[in-house]
Every structure is written in structure tokens, then in C-alpha cells.
């Protein structure tokens, strides 16, 4: 099945521990995106990669840290776990064309509770 | 303060008695508007974009209109599994990347 998969589906951890979220699009694509959901279903951008520019939303926290060791994959390093990172987390990706038209598409998602 | 701001937060329906959603925005220099629909456990799925004031989309049940200041989400005589949320999000300037509304939560009953 062409998709966007992200592993784990769920992932329990206590404070301070360091934690990867892993993604990979089979859809050929060029982008790749990280979203955060917090708990009142808001989406909110964490980043967006493709092979020549990172950009990083200024929001984040620099413990978060995108990882993309070729253009199929985008994993999301987490340091130092906080109770406030608990939240779904979802990979997306799309192509030049997707980006213009909004036709992202998007994993299932990752639900990290941090303890 | 909201870009994109999203009404009702959630919304109960009886099949087959339709209504809208609505999706105001206060960006300037829209590129885009986009629609996302988001079932329990899933990511969001893309439904339409709508480019400037006047257009319209259809999918199946679904309609989305455009103005210069919102979007609407109709939905004609619903069922039971257009039950979701679903998600408003614009794109501006440079940038093509979505920015998000809260979502409205939409339950149909049968």
C-alpha cells in the first residue's frame, strides 16, 4: 500500500528519557513534515524537511530534532522528555504539486505519553 | 490570536438533516484553503482547496465555498459515516504550508 507509516502507534516513557518517532513515505515524494496534536486536537507545524532546506518552526524546542537519512524517511529525535510533549504526532509528506493544492498526506499517527 | 478560527467546536446532526460549517480566516495574501477530514486514530485526509473568493468544491455529500473572509463546509442529507472532524486550514505568502483550525467535531446519528 503507497502511504505514509510511522512507528511506534504508541509510545509510553518517563521524564527525561530520549525517544525517536520513526517515519517513511512510499509515495515518492520530495517534503516531509512533522505536526503535533495537542490534547484539544489542535495541529500545529513542527517542521518541514526536503533535501535542501530544513525549516524549523520557531516555536519548537530544540530537544526536537528531525532526522532524514534519505528522501523516503523523516524520523523525530525527542531529548530530555518533558509532561508537556505528551501529544499525537504526525508525519506527513506530499510533492510540489500536493504542496500547492494542500493534498498532504498524512500518517496515523504517534500518541507519546510522557509519565 | 487565530488565524483560522472554526464553528461550531462540534456539532450533532440527524441523518439526513444537512447544515455547514464554517471556517473564518484573518490572513492576508491567501494561497490557499484547504479542508481535512479526521477520523478517531487517523491523520487527517485531504478533501479540497479552494483558491479564491467564488469557487466552489463537491465531493460526494460535502461542498465548500469560499468568500474573502470564510469557507464553508455544507453537508447535504449526512449519514452516520460522515461522522469526523473536520479540519480548516489556510496557506499564505511564501509559504505553502497549512496552518490549522481547531476543527469541528461532527457526530451524525442514524
Known amino acids: 500500500d503507497t502511504a505514509v507509516s510511522q512507528t511506534p502507534k504508541y509510545l509510553v516513557t518517563q521524564m527525561g528519557n530520549d525517544k525517536s518517532i520513526k517515519c517513511e513515505q512510499n509515495?515518492?515524494?520530495?517534503?516531509m513534515y512533522w505536526y503535533k496534536q495537542d490534547s484539544k486536537k489542535f495541529l500545529k507545524i513542527m517542521f518541514s524537511?526536503?533535501?535542501?532546506?530544513?525549516?524549523i518552526n520557531e516555536t519548537v524546542p530544540n530537544r526536537f530534532s528531525p532526522k532524514s537519512p534519505d528522501k523516503a524517511h523523516l524520523n523525530l529525535h525527542i531529548n530530555s522528555l518533558e509532561l508537556g510533549d505528551s501529544a499525537v504526532y504526525f508525519c506527513?509528506?506530499?510533492?510540489?504539486?500536493?504542496?500547492?493544492?494542500?493534498?498532504?498526506?498524512f500518517g496515523s499517527g504517534t500518541r507519546l505519553t510522557v509519565v | 490570536e487565530d488565524q483560522v478560527t472554526q464553528s461550531p467546536e462540534a456539532l450533532r446532526l440527524q441523518e439526513g438533516e444537512s447544515s455547514s460549517l464554517n471556517c473564518s480566516y484573518t490572513v492576508s495574501g491567501l494561497r490557499g484553503l484547504f479542508w481535512y477530514r479526521q477520523d478517531p486514530g487517523k491523520g487527517p485526509e485531504f478533501l479540497f482547496t479552494l483558491y479564491s473568493a467564488g469557487e466552489e468544491k463537491e465531493k460526494e455529500r460535502l461542498k465548500a465555498t469560499l468568500t474573502k473572509k470564510e469557507s464553508f463546509l455544507h453537508i447535504t442529507a449526512p449519514k452516520p459515516e460522515d461522522s469526523a472532524t473536520y479540519l480548516c486550514a489556510v496557506a499564505t505568502g511564501g509559504s505553502y504550508i497549512p496552518t490549522f483550525g481547531r476543527g469541528t467535531s461532527l457526530i451524525v446519528h442514524p
Open positions: 509515495l515518492g515524494h520530495d517534503t
Open positions: 506527513a509528506s506530499s510533492d510540489l504539486e500536493g504542496r500547492a493544492s494542500g493534498g498532504y498526506t
Open positions: 524537511y526536503n533535501n535542501k532546506e530544513l525549516i
